[in-house]
């Protein structure tokens, strides 16, 4: 029976437990990434197990995240970051070289190797057949000391692409689709893996694209394999070397089949407020459009902006619409200022910005109040791009420009402003690492720098025989790690645990972090009630380390996404399921919950009992870990079980 190219890149860093789908698994870590937003914590965590030096083969830190710098914080990270790199054996990437993503994707991704990265949209490099995984910044500290990386081995699911694209249809309509297919939950450990001859069509940033947004089916990851596409983008790349062939066998067997024919998709998008809620753009064909915002880790790669600056060429954005453009590195940035591309955008009416995620994340340029605006990034959760009333759709950037002429939502198969687009691959990248800052070969004088802002990571006590507290607040479904721990504005904070806590929920309950932090202060255990799908979205692993921070020990749901649910236990709060709706509609929020003999519980199996004292009755929780975080949870979190297992 053959390999899927998943099981292989497994296989070959295999490290113990099983390589059977839904068994423990415990694999070795190639490259790691972080970014500014979570890589503050994962350093200050990498720094709390007192190694001298990173331990993987090549450890990257990006600044692409706070590059607004209003105030200090940011500028403190900023300079922590680069000195704690230089200090243990990182390359810096400084800001403005770009997007970790496509910057990894360019300078870093080989295939075959694994990759480990504090920011969910890490499988970007699953376009370059690399197995890349997004995860807490504390499991990438800990990658980055030589620990294993455990996951549960996923299933892996077959997507096959047949046909070819009709032009003004892009890879972001390929990923809708598969949005459209698998929606937004129900595919933790899972990996997507693409073939078939649809494939050979797609140049490498699509294939990345398409990987890219697979993030948000709540997948482990996604995969293309490696072939000669591959490696004449490494060429380009003047990295030819790292290339290596890479594909399923013949008669690789998968769990479960997804065929789509290229040729029969048309423009689709994303509607407010969940990437999985999919219409075709026809269908909205004549909609006002107030913004229009085009890059993000998803789509600014050269191949798109080109494209981008071919419609945008003698003609003008609408009066009513303000339009951003951001290239998603430093390589692209050149290369378009180069070619012309850059000068067809400002003429156009663009506003150029900065090579960072800045929109994305809602640090800059948010919709008006109740604006709608079409994006080429992945998400749109509510609230996210800064303002709460905005109607943020995400489109491709061949919709992204069209409409951003005619001032309403046009599909690109239904007009007469451009008559073609030609699709260019770059033979030849303009590669200048001279934004890169490796590491010196003695860093004995090298001083970490700490201002104010950087702050201590958070620990958590050890699980006590008894856990009675209250239902601090109760949720429904779709709970992103945005409506948990708020970025935008608040995003500076995230090196100071104790005043970033005070923002947890704060666009659910503002009241939240005061109710959590007086029971906490009287010794009543906070608990968190929510629906399906809980912790969706970003990594971010403040939207666990900042709930025990104000004493959360339990959260109760009907489901949990994989990376939440692993940074929940690294926290030392316990991931518990509810078995069933009703369950979940019994608890009302101040209810007051306890878990007797909860060690005992905890240690000896799946399902944990607790006792709604309010309601005088009980019911039970599946508690679905592996034996490690078992034993994270009964020492109160990752860092208290590593810094025990290193004395």
């Given amino acids: 029976m053959g390999s899927s190219i998943t099981r292989k890149i497994l296989s070959e860093h295999f490290m113990g437990g099983s390589l059977k789908a839904g068994e423990s698994l415990d694999i070795r870590i190639d490259q790691t990434l972080t970014q500014d937003a979570t890589g503050t914590m994962a350093y200050l965590q990498f720094e709390a197990l007192g190694l001298d030096k990173v331990k993987n083969e090549l450890a990257v830190s990006y600044v692409d995240h706070n590059t607004i710098q209003v105030g200090f914080e940011n500028a403190d990270d900023h300079r922590y970051l680069q000195s704690v790199a230089a200090k243990k054996g990182v390359v810096f990437s400084r800001p403005g070289n770009g997007i970790c993503h496509q910057v990894h ?25 690399m197995l890349a995984i997004g995860a807490g910044g504390l499991d990438v500290a800990l990658a980055m000391a030589g620990v294993p990386f455990t996951i549960i081995a996923p299933k892996v699911i077959e997507i096959r692409l047949t046909g070819k694209l009709r032009p003004f249809v892009s890879a972001k309509d390929i990923i809708l689709k598969v949005l459209e297919h698998f929606t937004t939950k129900g595919n933790v450990n899972t990996v997507f893996e693409y073939t078939g001859e649809g494939v050979k069509t797609l140049s490498v940033p699509e294939r990345a694209t398409i990987c890219n947004m697979g993030a948000e089916c709540g997948v482990t990851s996604s995969l293309f ?8 983008f490494l060429k380009a790349q003047h990295r030819e070397v790292a290339f290596r062939e890479l594909s399923a066998d013949s008669d690789a067997t998968y769990d479960g ?28 064909e004549g909609k006002k459009v107030d913004q229009v915002l085009i890059g993000s880790c998803t789509n600014s790669s050269y191949q798109d902006l080109v494209k981008v600056g071919q419609i945008l060429d003698g003609h003008h954005v609408a009066p009513g619409v303000s339009l951003g453009i951001a290239p998603g590195s430093r390589e692209v940035f050149e290369m378009i200022s180069c070619d012309g591309t850059l000068t067809k955008m400002i003429k156009a009416g663009a506003r150029i910005l900065e090579s960072a995620c800045g929109f994305c994340i809602g640090n800059h340029f948010s919709p008006s109040t109740d604006g709608v605006s079409l994006r080429t990034n992945n998400r749109n959760f509510e609230g996210r791009s800064g303002t709460k009333s905005g109607q943020v759709y995400l489109v491709s950037p061949e919709t992204a420009a069209i409409s951003a002429i005619t001032g309403v939502f046009t599909s690109p198969l239904n007009q007469d402003i451009v008559k073609s687009v030609e699709n260019i691959n770059a033979s030849d990248f303009y590669t200048d690492d001279s934004m890169l800052i490796f590491p010196p070969d003695d860093s004995s004088n090298v001083e970490i720098v700490r201002g104010p802002n950087i702050g201590q990571p958070p620990y958590n006590t050890p699980l006590t025989s008894v856990i009675a507290g209250q239902a601090t607040i109760k949720v429904g479904d779709k709970i992103t790690t945005d409506h948990i721990m708020p970025a935008g504005a608040r995003l500076k904070y995230r090196s100071n645990i104790p005043l970033y806590s005070t923002f947890v929920f704060e666009g659910v309950d503002k009241d939240f972090s005061t109710r959590c932090s007086n029971r906490r202060d009287n010794g009543i255990a906070n608990f968190i009630v929510a629906g399906y799908s809980y912790g969706q979205g970003s990594s971010r692993e403040h939207a666990a380390l900042c709930p025990m921070y104000l004493g959360v020990k339990a959260v109760f749901a009907l489901s949990i996404e994989r990376i ?37 519980q905890v240690k000896s199996g799946s399902l944990i009992k607790v006792t709604n004292v309010t309601k005088g009755y009980e019911f039970e929780c599946k508690l679905d870990v592996t034996e490690t975080q078992r034993d994270m949870l009964l020492k109160g979190g990752r860092l208290n079980q590593i810094k025990e297992s290193l004395r």
């Fill in 105 to 129: 994707l360019e300078r870093f991704s080989a295939p075959g190797k694994t990759l480990l990265g504090s920011d969910s949209h890490t499988p970007t490099c699953g376009g370059m057949g």
């Fill in 225 to 232: 394999p490696a072939d000669e596409i591959t490696r004449e």
């Fill in 257 to 284: 089949l997804f065929e789509i024919d290229l040729s029969t998709l048309e423009p689709l998008t994303a509607c407010p407020h969940s990437p999985g809620n999919i219409m075709k753009v026809s269908e909205l």
């Fill in 564 to 600: 939440h649910q692993a940074n929940l236990c690294n926290a030392g709060i316990l991931p518990l399921t509810l078995l069933s709706e009703e369950d979940y509609e019994k608890i009302s929020q101040d209810d007051e919950l306890k878990l007797d003999d909860a060690i005992n």
